[in-house]
């Protein structure tokens, strides 16, 4: 636990309602592994959590409304529960971008809720939510998810819905699908949600069955280093629902549902029924759910060393295939590799964000010297580059 975020959220929530919180929850943001862009496509994906947190305070009110204050805007932005339906969607551009998140988690609570028969006007209290977090947003850590896990946990608990870790990442996922706008996958709220330390999460984004695999970093004295490269991204914008649209035209040229049910074996045929473009965006997924099958078999067989050139595979995919790099990301990800990293490609979206590097321990110095030179050499804003480690998913933490 973060002490400061923590303080941070108390001291808000106390300056918003002169009383103390019900309690405190928390939830991680994350690093993924390897699987990029698969998970809306049904595939694999291979994320971690993160111990970087968004911290809330929450606390009941008996006016069925809910109010949401963060230290990174601090303009409470309050509306009452009723008005939610009426809100998201379809009037979603009412709300500042960053409420759209956690009031976005409460109104698909509140769905949830209903489906399960509660009825949500009559028996769901007002609530207060003060929001702290030391996840670097822009950074494709999913700072998102961390907020909406949070979110989920506090108001699961709050209202005593019940819902299971999975039925709260499908509401985190639904916030961000509907309330903010962003066409993301499923991959993000469910690492924040089942994460556990030293380990990574295994998904099946079809089914949602995940594997817990540990990852062994530490007893093999391998380091994982967050190249944040400051170039900030958004996926409610452009290039992300651009890519996720050629990979439905591939699934529907292929007759198929999902990109998930292709095979490397399929993509002589691929190449040969669609455009240069789209077969390209194809191969990286059908070659990428390959690579995350192939990164847990071999770390599972033969430890975290063994997965560097999947690591770097994925990489030269996402540069050539899908492209969704940027020369920042391609600079970090060289540098790293060739100052000595055990393999390294970007995290996440794309289109700015974050690199990550496996790293021996002792190397860590070196390559964070070399990134930094050469993004200097580079005129590049100097990136931000930290080591993070596997940890636990959302949960009550005060
Ligand atoms: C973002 C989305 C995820 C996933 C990744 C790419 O992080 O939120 O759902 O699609 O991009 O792998």
């Known amino acids: ?9 108390r001291a808000l929530f106390a300056e918003l309602t002169a009383h103390e919180p019900t309690g405190l929850w928390s939830a991680p943001g994350r690093v993924n592994l390897i699987g990029e862009h698969t998970d809306y496509n049904d595939g694999f994906v291979f994320p971690f959590a993160i111990d970087f947190r968004t911290v809330v305070a929450a606390g009941t009110r008996d006016d069925g409304r809910i109010r949401v204050v963060s230290t990174f805007d601090q303009v409470p932005v309050e509306v009452a529960l009723d008005d939610l339906d009426a809100l998201f969607p379809a009037r979603r551009d009412e709300i500042v971008e960053w409420a759209r998140y956690p009031l976005g988690v409460a109104w698909a609570l509140r769905a949830a809720a209903r489906d399960a028969g509660v009825d949500a006007s009559a028996s769901l209290t007002g609530i207060d939510l003060a929001f702290s977090s030391d996840v670097p947003v822009g950074a494709g850590l999913s700072s998102s998810a961390a907020i909406e896990g949070a979110t989920a946990a506090a108001l699961n608990d709050i209202w005593g819905l019940g819902l299971d870790r999975v039925a709260l990442a499908q509401a985190g996922r639904r916030a961000e699908n509907e309330a903010v706008g962003a066409p993301t996958g499923i991959m993000d709220q469910m690492a924040a949600l089942l994460g556990e330390s030293d380990a990574g999460i295994f998904l099946d984004c079809r089914s949602l069955e995940a594997d817990v695999v540990e990852l062994g970093f530490a007893p093999a004295a391998l380091e994982l280093l967050v190249m944040d490269t400051r170039v900030t991204h958004a996926h409610s914008t452009g290039g992300y629902g651009e890519r996720r649209a050629a990979c439905e035209r591939g699934a529907a040229i292929m007759g198929v549902p999902a990109l998930r049910d292709l095979s490397v074996d399929d993509l002589p045929r691929a190449q040969e029924l669609m455009d240069d473009v789209t077969f390209r965006r194809v191969r990286h997924v059908v070659t990428e759910d ?12 033969e430890g975290p060393r063994a997965i560097g050139s999947l690591l770097d595979a994925s990489h030269a995919s996402m540069r050539d295939d899908f ?9 970090a990800v060289d540098t790293a590799r060739a100052a000595g990293a055990v393999g390294a490609r970007m995290t996440g979206g794309g289109f700015g964000g974050a690199a990550i590097a496996l790293v021996d321990r002792g190397l860590v110095p070196a390559v964070t010297t070399a990134v930094e030179e050469a993004f200097a050499e580079a005129g590049f804003t100097a990136p931000h580059i930290f080591t993070v480690h596997p940890s636990d998913g959302a949960r009550r933490d005060a």
Do not use: F, G, K, W
């Open 1 to 9: 636990m973060n002490a400061a975020t923590d303080t941070a959220a």
């Open 290 to 301: 390959q690579r995350v099958l192939d990164a847990v078999r071999t770390l599972r067989a």
């Open 323 to 331: 492209e969704i790099s940027v020369p920042e990301l391609d600079l």
